[in-house]
């Protein structure tokens, strides 16, 4: 019965391996990705809001203690997924609010797409 020597991995050929995206995983970092998503979920209230009829004024600021923030949740070959949080209020000749959006985003090195979240729709 013959041994067989094992030869040792070497931590740096496996880091190089990783930060160059050749074992998988998105090639953008958590902090583009959080700083994409919480543009995207930005971009997506004003839209809700510069089409919605009823609201005589709205703003992307909180006053009861709504942050806006992102977390990272997961990171695949698909792109990083992410949590984020952008508060807001409006006014409507009925109802005034003061309230915030949360959303979770796909970021990936082509798109940043909503998968799902807080219904913007004010009237």
Not at 67 to 78: D, F, L, P, Y
Request: hydrophobic share 40%; glycine share 6%.
């Amino acid at each position: 019965m013959a041994l067989h020597a094992r030869k040792p991995v070497h931590f740096a050929l496996v880091a190089m391996l990783l930060t160059a995206g050749c074992l998988g995983g998105s090639s953008i970092t958590t902090n583009e990705a959080k700083e994409r998503a919480l543009a995207a979920e930005e971009a997506h209230v004003i839209d809700q809001f510069e089409n919605a009829s009823c609201v005589e004024d709205w703003g992307l600021e909180s006053y009861t203690g709504v942050e806006r923030e992102a977390a990272v949740i997961n990171q695949t070959s698909a792109g990083v997924y992410v949590d984020v949080s952008q508060p807001f209020w409006y006014s409507t000749a009925e109802t005034e609010a003061d309230v915030g959006s949360e959303a979770k985003y796909l970021v990936s090195e082509n798109e940043t797409r909503r998968l799902d979240g807080t219904e913007v729709s004010p009237c």
